[in-house]
């Protein structure tokens, strides 16, 4: 039996939240399947930075919620 598009996303937006980021994660995956080394290592090191000045407490953390809200309070661009 095949399904379409709009069964299989109904479907999965009916998972709990952390199923649908994980899910969201695989599929982002499946786009673009060979990773270049350089640009693993450059992300990693990245990451590295950016956790050190979280546990260094020189940046200023924002709630998603007040993230998100912020985002779609602004007009559209485009």
Known sequence: MSRNL???FQEAARLPERDRATLAGLL?????PVSDPDVEAAW??????RLAE?????VELLRWEEVR??????????
């Open 44 to 49: 990693s090191e990245e990451i590295k930075r």
């Open 54 to 58: 979280v546990d260094a407490g020189t």
């Open 69 to 78: 809200a912020e985002l779609f309070a602004q007009p559209n661009e485009g």
């Open 6 to 8: 709009s069964e299989v």
């Open 28 to 32: 982002i995956e499946t786009l673009d």
